[in-house]
Nanobody, 125 residues
Framework: QVQLVESGGGSVQPGGSLRLSCAAFGYAYSTNCVAWFRQPPGKEREGVAQIKEGGGSVYYADSVKGRFTISRDSAKNTVYLQMNSLKPEDTAMYYC??????????????????WGQGTQVTVSS
């Protein structure tokens, strides 16, 4: 079993930055692929970014390309999501998720086994 714990959310003005962290506790092999999802109020959960163990298979949704950067520190069992130039439409609950299998071409909810509890990101002036 793996427990994922997100942190780093908060409130920020448009144009600001936040860095989310996802710490994994448990068997390291269970987090071969880690993704960040987000779910705005009243909308479906969508994949934002993903990364494979070792740093490959990086994916970004078109809506965040050039603004968000995903990275992982294997020694700390932690995956980060650096979010710059934040927009009001980035407001959502952000979740990290993991699977022991290979990263999919596009992350979807059904392809990830382990989930964190979420951290709220609010972008507002």
């Amino acid at each position: 079993q793996v427990q994922l714990v997100e942190s780093g959310g908060g409130s920020v003005q448009p144009g600001g930055s936040l860095r989310l962290s996802c710490a994994a506790f448990g068997y390291a092999y269970s987090t071969n692929c880690v993704a960040w999802f987000r779910q705005p109020p009243g909308k479906e959960r969508e994949g934002v970014a993903q990364i494979k163990e070792g740093g490959g298979s990086v994916y970004y949704a078109d809506s965040v390309k050039g603004r968000f950067t995903i990275s992982r520190d294997s020694a700390k069992n932690t995956v980060y999501l650096q979010m710059n130039s934040l927009k009001p439409e980035d407001t959502a609950m952000y979740y990290c998720a993991a699977t022991p299998f290979s990263c999919p071409a596009v992350p979807s909810v059904t392809q990830f086994t382990y989930w964190g509890q979420g951290t709220q990101v609010t972008v507002s002036s």
